[in-house]
């Protein structure tokens, strides 16, 4: 066995270890199971990479993120280290072949999703392995207590009868004590060791701002960073929206999420790398495994679902050790937006019922049949015929499917997406002498906005219902408009392929899973209240709340956040003048509160106080632009 040291020395340069690697490698060497919880920049991956390199064999390392996997394997084989990547796509021959480099190629790690552990070949191969050890990256994705729970994680246990002599070390920078002991569990541990170092970040200052306008405290903080910034936002179009905005506004900005192609994606991740662009705009699927160190400042534009989603994208600031800061821009319409996409939305156990009732009397089956019968399902159309909101019932066929009552095809989340090329004078003209297409053109333009700017998510029933022409019209229509260069149209059918994995039980089929959704439930619904909770509360230091989310008691305040940097209480003798002064202005025009900061001398904090006063008495109000006037 070769020293840890050496190894660590030999591919990466560094003489010591830092925090508790050196516990946690001595632990997996020694053949224990270890749970290792170490914060974001702790260094995770060296805790099983030198161990598995220091003994005969090769590791099973199971990831969630094909981009983490990618980022890991290349960064092993830049050091002159064997590994495999086994992620999606692969043909059959290929992954036969990659299995076959496993057994006798001297490979040191494989890497794969943890989908790959229901192939039979997979599994097969893997008891023929000789196996060091077991890794499970981003561990916390194995418990249902967790904030990105994934069922097919459960599969990882199987690890543990393919190759029960190897010790399983799972990590991750993200786990209340619920879901580590979940974690232990479900990975079946022999009497583990738990390893964890301190979550806190103190070179990390969090702050939670309230803004009415967002958009100018964001391009304030983007021109004041110092080195490069993350912005995060939930949707696609956001990405693209702050983007366009940020470069108007003489910041070097760039955009990524996961409806980017791949060549696209790596140009923009390498363009921010590099640092010729400052700012990278994306959806939280962008950081994980992406090492940069001198990110100074996250900004999150909207309200993350879970304290440990914000915490892991926040914990990409400051890696290098320097000064960073992690800003979140929020106002009221923020919380109802929040409780709306991930918490009304949620299917309950009545709806799953009906869902499950109406599909089986859809599809006509009788009661005890259906058993392994595929159908095809217009699914907008299914929608309409019922009523169901659309986006209730994606959730809800989702739920099915992860509960085995269903399979869902894969194109189910492929989605119909327009953006108009030409120009808008172009189209026009070309609609002299298409007039046949002007009703359903015009349908689409009134319906969604920015078709000109972006690609844009529509949906063909919607405008064949507002237009009163035949859906396959409608369609028709879009494939000619792209035909002739006016749009560039992405077109899915609308088709699902549902097949059904056990016979017709109505409320008997739900009932199997029942208490799992309505657990489910109050799991997110606890996520997003304690979100809610921590930017909220103004008077506890935000590092000490986060630390104490993890089950940390941080005695000492972190003496730099919006907190503990509050202004003191504005003089109560102050207000009366400052809201005369505040009337003035606003009787001669509506204002918005930057428009009132720049022309009153009094402090910010105290004309914003004071405006809050006003609107809580009736004397103002907000206007649609989003400017104060008089009541």
């Known amino acids: 066995m070769v020293d840890p040291k050496e190894i660590l020395k030999k591919y990466w340069g560094f003489s010591e270890f830092k925090g508790s690697q050196e516990r946690i490698i001595n632990a997996v060497l020694e053949n224990k199971d270890v749970l290792s919880l170490l914060p974001t920049g702790g260094g995770k991956s060296l805790c099983f990479q030198i161990p598995a390199l220091a003994k005969d064999g090769i590791c099973i390392v199971v990831s969630p993120l094909i981009a983490l996997i990618q980022n890991q394997v290349e960064n092993l084989k830049a050091n002159g280290i064997k590994a495999i990547a086994l992620t999606g796509g692969i043909p059959f021959d290929e992954v036969n072949s990659l299995l076959d480099n496993c057994l006798y190629g001297n490979y040191k790690f494989l890497y794969l999703s943890p989908e790959r552990l229901q192939q039979d070949i997979v599994k097969e191969r893997i008891q023929q392995m000789n196996v060091n050890l077991i890794a499970i990256d981003e561990a916390h994705c194995i418990s249902q207590w967790g904030n990105d729970f994934r069922p097919a994680y459960l599969q990882c246990a199987v690890l543990r009868e393919l190759s029960p002599e190897a010790p399983i070390i799972a990590l991750t920078a993200t786990a209340t004590k619920k879901v580590a002991e979940d974690i232990k569990e479900n990975l079946q541990f022999i009497e583990p060791i738990t390893v964890k170092d301190s979550f806190a970040r103190d070179n990390i200052t969090f702050k939670v701002l309230w803004e009415e306008d967002k958009l100018y405290r964001l391009r304030l903080l983007c021109a004041n960073a110092q080195k490069s910034v993350i912005v995060y936002t939930r949707n696609r179009r956001a990405t693209e929206e702050l983007s366009r905005f940020l470069q108007k506004n003489k910041n070097t900005a760039t955009f990524y999420h996961s409806g980017i192609p791949k060549a696209e994606k790596e140009k923009r991740l390498n363009q921010w790398l590099t640092n010729e ?309 606003l009787k001669k025009k509506a204002q918005s509160s930057r428009e009132l900061i720049q022309v009153l001398t009094y402090k910010e904090e105290a004309i914003l106080a004071t405006l809050q006063h006003l609107l809580e008495e009736e004397t103002i109000q907000i206007n649609t632009r989003n400017k104060y006037e008089i009541s």
């Open 277 to 585: 662009v400052k700012v990278m705009v994306s959806t939280n699927a962008f950081g994980m495994g992406v090492d940069k160190p001198d990110v100074d400042l996250v900004v999150h534009y909207q309200i993350p679902d879970s304290i440990e989603n914000y915490f892991q994208e926040a914990g990409r600031a400051g890696r290098d050790g320097t000064s960073a800061n992690a800003v979140l821009i929020t106002h009221k319409a923020d919380e109802q937006q929040l409780r709306n996409q991930f918490l009304q939305s949620l299917p309950t156990v009545d709806f799953l019922k009906k869902l499950y009732r109406t599909l089986n009397n859809y599809f006509q089956i009788s009661y005890g049949e259906g058993n392994d019968e595929t159908f095809q399902l217009h699914f907008h159309q299914f929608c309409e015929i019922y009523k169901f909101n659309g986006l209730m019932a994606y959730n809800g066929l989702r739920c099915l499917d992860q509960n085995s009552v269903i399979s869902l095809s894969d194109s189910f989340s492929k989605k119909t997406t327009v953006q108009f090329i030409a120009s808008k004078e172009a189209l026009f003209s070309y609609i002299e002498t298409h007039s046949s297409m002007a009703t359903a053109v015009q349908t689409l333009l009134r319906t969604y906005g920015g078709v000109f700017e972006f690609e844009t998510r529509i949906n063909p029933v919607l405008i064949a219902k507002k237009s009163s022409i035949p859906e396959t019209e409608v369609l028709r229509t879009l494939e000619q408009l792209h035909k002739d260069e006016i749009i560039k149209y992405n077109g899915h059918h609308n088709d699902l392929e549902i097949t059904f994995l056990v016979p017709r039980e109505d409320d008997r089929t739900i009932h199997v899973f029942a208490k799992k959704v309505k657990e489910q439930i109050a799991i997110r619904t606890n996520n997003v209240e304690s979100m809610l909770s921590y930017i909220q509360n103004n008077n506890k230091c935000r590092a000490q709340q986060l630390l104490h989310y993890f089950g940390e008691n941080k005695k000492q305040k972190c003496g730099a956040c919006d907190v503990c940097n509050a202004p003191k209480s504005i003089d109560p003798h102050m207000i009366p003048l400052i809201m005369e002064e505040l009337l003035v202005q």
